[in-house]
């Protein structure tokens, strides 16, 4: 999903190679979470003529929305009917790759300490550092660890994951999901016209998902079975079937392919240690999305204030208002807000 003009650093599984651990970096703005509204505010910071390096522990850029429901429509964000989180996520990244951000992904942003002559420093788990002028916090809920089961985690990355990036690399396979939310129930009914079959796995009798959705699940002939678990995996070197308990029965399933979407454990994780006053487990913020601490600001569903409306479109005005207030303290005497977009049309086309 890497975009032309995107550097992705990651030490995810199957990600690519490991380029930069311990490599530090130097920009003007540190954003830390990728989700929508981190990347809008790595845009804003190149509208802006700022540069920027975008850090997240999710191995993909898109946060949330493209590890929970890539393929559901969203009819919340400004300016669109109804559009797939997946393409969403692309469009913002094509809006902000002319800007030439840096994405270190598969990286937890550790630490916070200031900085004589960059302003902060950004720790990252594992080595490195991302000295910048300004930090914008963007995490979504904070830190999300999947949810798993002691039998999957051999398989992670040889079969096993906790999302669906792309529909298509299931073609033809044998999948199995773990789990009785919406997310199962989606991925199930986004996979079974492409995949050889769908088998849903789930401890309960009754679901935790819309009902239409299960209506949905079961009209479309996809294999359920309840009050069920997964005992074991096997294959070598990949995932090649499952084990499952139904009541007394035991069974095999074959299964190149096992998704748990059993939900995940969320918290502000490090973050909690970096000085910031914390409200609810959310950052507490002013009109201008500043934090306690000078040059730190967040946006979007990790921040708290009165009356705030947790929704997509509501954190990216966070993130715009978060970058141009940065931009003066960086930049005294600069104008709060930029320049008409239609003005640099030519720039950004070219």
């Known amino acids: 999903m890497n975009q032309p003009g995107a550097r992705v650093e990651s030490t995810a599984a199957g990600a690519g190679p490991d380029t930069g651990m311990a490599m530090d970096t130097t920009v003007d703005v540190a954003v830390v979470g990728a989700g929508p509204a981190g990347l809008y505010?790595?845009?804003?910071?190149?509208?802006?003529?700022?540069?920027?390096?975008?850090?997240?522990?999710?191995?993909?850029p898109g946060g949330q929305v493209a590890a929970l429901y890539p393929e559901k429509r969203i009819h919340d964000v400004a300016g669109h009917v109804g559009v797939r989180g997946r393409e969403l996520i692309d469009n913002l990244l094509a809006q902000?790759?002319?800007?030439?951000?840096?994405?270190?992904?598969?990286?937890?942003?550790?630490?916070?300490?200031?900085?004589?002559?960059?302003g902060w420093t950004l720790g990252l788990e594992g080595g490195g550092r991302v000295r910048a002028g300004a930090v914008v916090i963007a995490a979504g809920l904070g830190r999300s660890v999947p949810r798993t089961l002691p039998c999957l985690r051999p398989y992670e990355g040889r079969g096993v994951a906790y999302h669906v990036p792309r529909l298509d690399e299931h073609r033809g396979?044998?999948?199995?999901?773990?789990?009785?939310?919406?997310?199962?129930?989606?991925?199930?009914l986004a996979l079974a016209p492409i995949a050889r079959s769908v088998t849903v796995v789930h401890r309960r009798s009754s679901f935790r998902a819309h009902e239409h959705g299960v209506k949905q699940m079961y009209a479309a002939g996809?294999?359920?079975?309840?009050?069920?678990?997964?005992?074991?995996?096997?294959?070598?070197?990949?995932?090649?079937?499952?084990?499952?308990?139904?009541?007394?029965?035991?069974?095999?399933?074959?299964a190149q392919a096992l998704v748990a979407a059993l939900g995940f454990i969320t918290g502000l994780g490090p973050i909690a240690e970096w000085g910031l006053q914390v409200e609810s487990r959310r950052i507490a913020?002013?009109?201008?999305?500043?934090t306690n601490l000078?040059?730190?600001?967040?946006?979007?569903?990790?921040?708290?204030?009165?009356?705030?409306?947790?929704?997509?479109?509501?954190?990216?005005?966070?993130?715009a208002t978060a970058v141009n207030h940065a931009v003066v303290g960086l930049r005294p005497g600069s104008r709060l807000a930029p320049e008409h977009s239609t003005d640099r049309e030519a720039a950004l086309l070219s």
């Open 41 to 60: 505010a790595a845009y804003c910071a190149g509208f802006r003529g700022l540069s920027s390096a975008v850090v997240d522990v999710l191995p993909e």
């Open 96 to 118: 902000v790759a002319p800007f030439d951000p840096r994405f270190l992904l598969g990286r937890t942003a550790a630490s916070l300490a200031p900085d004589g002559r960059a």
């Open 173 to 188: 396979r044998d999948v199995v999901i773990v789990g009785g939310g919406d997310s199962a129930v989606d991925w199930a």
């Open 222 to 254: 996809i294999r359920v079975l309840t009050d069920a678990h997964v005992t074991a995996c096997h294959g070598a070197p990949r995932l090649e079937e499952v084990r499952v308990l139904a009541g007394e029965e035991e069974s095999t399933l074959p």
């Open 285 to 290: 913020v002013d009109r201008a999305m500043r």
């Open 294 to 319: 000078p040059q730190v600001y967040a946006a979007g569903d990790i921040c708290t204030y009165e009356g705030r409306v947790p929704l997509i479109s509501v954190g990216f005005g966070e993130a």
